[in-house]
């Protein structure tokens, strides 16, 4: 099978693109900047910006499924002039349509949990957005609402440190904010299932770990694997907001008003889906196993 992977070169489409290959199939990692990509030999690499129709379409051709996974990060405001409307929304138009046009018959979707298109927050509105394309259009279609993804070259557990320092810290609302880790490396293969196997068409699909945690317990683990305590002290968001939009002028400033509003969400699953694909919740990887904190019962909330 010919499979062309959409943001091939991010955290988890490295992860997929080399389960694919590793499976048998012929696999093209699309990207803007695919040169420096590390990726097996097995995996040829194109270079496209989503959001430019023209870059993309071509290498469509011949494809059997694509995979879309590009997106801006819900935890960073974005840089320069990329929007998440630009990305999410045009970027899952012009898939799409590449798809369409070049006789792709199927795409997988990576969407959000939460994803809603009258969503508070741009990063969840716009991928609800995204979500209503894919359904409407003449694809077979798998999408995948995963909650937080972790693992190695991930930015889930170092933002929790760009939030906090160790020992005593500020957090805002006090890091209560339940989150449902899942380890990279248990995730990728639910997302190759459902390239391979058509019982997953028409499918969304609700992905979390095997247990909540909350931003503060993540931060506490996180020190922790570091032999380092840590104690909340909680800040109101009202406050953190004001912060962060007066902050949030400064290009350098990694957070926005956007990204504070993104810590009301509850991003833990109705029910988990993993079953869908075999697997069972208690025989996944837990945060604290893979830090290689031995008691996390001394440091979590």
């Known amino acids: 099978m010919k499979v062309i992977v959409a943001g091939g070169t991010g955290f988890i489409g490295r992860r997929l693109c080399t389960e694919l290959a590793d499976r048998g199939h012929d696999v093209t990692a699309l990207a ?15 270079m496209g910006d989503v959001s430019a129709y023209e870059s993309i379409e071509s290498h469509f051709e011949g494809q059997d499924v694509a995979v879309n996974l590009v997106a801006l990060s819900p935890l960073f405001k974005p840089k320069g002039n990329l929007s998440h409307e630009s990305v999410h929304l045009q970027g899952t138009e012009n898939v799409v349509r590449a798809c369409e046009e070049h006789g792709v018959g199927k795409l997988v979707q990576m969407s959000a949990l939460g994803a809603d ?20 259009s003449s694809l077979e279609w798998v999408v995948f609402r995963p909650s937080v993804v972790f693992g190695d070259g991930g930015e889930f557990v170092s933002f929790t440190k760009k939030l906090t320092t160790p020992y005593i810290t500020g957090f805002p609302g006090g890091g209560k904010t339940p989150f449902q880790p899942i380890w990279i490396e248990e995730f990728v293969p639910m ?18 770990g095997p247990e909540v945690l909350t931003l503060a317990d993540v931060a506490k683990l996180a020190y922790a694997a570091e032999g380092k305590s840590l104690t909340i002290v909680p800040i109101p968001l009202s406050l953190a907001k004001i912060g962060a939009t007066i902050a949030g002028a400064a290009p350098f400033f990694p957070f926005g008003p956007d990204q504070i509003r993104s810590l009301k969400e509850d991003n833990r699953v109705a029910e988990n889906d993993i079953t869908a694909f075999g697997v069972e919740p208690d025989e996944l990887t837990t945060l604290a196993s893979y830090l290689g904190v031995e008691n996390p019962a001394k440091v979590t909330a």
């Open 191 to 208: 997302m190759a299932d459902a390239v391979e196997d058509d019982e997953h068409d028409g499918h969304a699909y609700e992905i979390g």
């Open 32 to 46: 803007r900047s695919p040169d420096d990509a590390d990726l097996p030999n097995t995996v040829e690499t194109a």
């Open 117 to 136: 298109p009258n969503a508070a927050t741009a990063y969840l509105r716009t991928k609800g957005q995204a979500e209503e394309i894919v359904r409407s």
